[in-house]
């Protein structure tokens, strides 16, 4: 069983900033893709963002975020960062942070939810106008 726990969301107005964490006792080596993920209500998950770190640790990331959020791992710390920058409106979800199936290996997406087995409680981030 791996556990994750989000924390560092809040309400911040369009424009500005957040940093969204997950930290977890898994050796996050063990796993190939770790990833970010959001929920509107009435949606379905959506990818945010992922980093391969069993296959090389190159993220990616989903259209609407590029150039604007970034994925990282503090290996000190046993912790998955999203920093999010330039937020809007369009923004405001629920933030998931996930660790993959273990069948998951290369030439998998790491952007699809049904390719993750362990997710987080979540964290909520809001963007005001």
């Known amino acids: 069983q791996v556990h994750v726990v989000e924390s560092g969301g809040g309400s911040v107005q369009a424009g500005g900033s957040l940093t969204v964490s997950c930290a977890t006792a898994?050796?996050?080596?063990?796993?190939?893709?770790w990833g970010w993920f959001r929920q509107f209500p009435g949606k379905e998950r959506e990818a945010v963002a992922a980093i391969y770190l069993a296959g090389g640790g190159a993220p990616v990331y989903a259209d609407s975020v590029k150039g604007r959020f970034a994925i990282s791992r503090d290996q000190t710390k046993n912790t998955l960062m999203l920093q999010m920058n330039d937020l809007k409106p369009a923004d405001t979800a629920m933030y998931y942070c996930a660790a993959d199936h273990p069948w998951v290996s290369v030439g998998s997406s790491c952007l699809r939810p049904d390719e993750y087995k362990y997710w987080g409680q979540g964290t909520q981030v809001t963007v005001s106008s």
């Open positions: 898994e050796n996050m080596y063990t796993r190939y893709c």
